[in-house]
């Protein structure tokens, strides 16, 4: 006769891959809008659709920085200062890519 052990396992993360991609994608979307709409008046020399450029790629960015909040979650569950390290951690990487992803998006355009 075999025992069968009934394991179950925790899942660590609260929300799916896709929801936090979606979540920074959105962020970053709503951060260029804004910057795009103060910007003013574009340089005749820059190309017809260049604006398209950086709604693009922004988001795209943002969604990577949704993706390393959500490998971070591991860390935010252990609780205590690891929890507030992975916290602070997690915003940092969240913003060092929508910042490289604002560069590219801008690159010959308003980041020249």
């Known amino acids: 006769m075999s025992q069968q052990k009934n394991t179950t396992t925790a899942t660590i993360h609260s929300a ?13 979307l709503v951060l260029i809008s804004i910057f795009l709409y103060g910007a003013g008046e574009p340089n005749p020399e820059w190309p017809k659709f260049w ?4 709604l693009v790629i922004v988001p795209i960015a943002g969604a990577m ?4 909040y959500y490998f971070m979650d591991h ?3 252990q609780g205590g200062w690891i929890k507030a390290l992975a ?3 997690s ?6 890519a929508l910042w490289l992803g604002t560069v590219l998006g801008l ?3 308003m980041w020249n």
């Open 75 to 77: 860390l935010r569950y």
């Open 51 to 54: 604006i398209v450029k950086p």
């Open 107 to 109: 690159n010959g355009t």
């Open 65 to 68: 920085g949704g993706v390393f």
């Open 91 to 96: 915003l940092f990487g969240y913003v060092i």
């Open 16 to 28: 799916s891959l896709s929801k936090r991609m979606l979540q920074g994608a959105g962020i970053a």
């Open 87 to 89: 916290v602070l951690l």
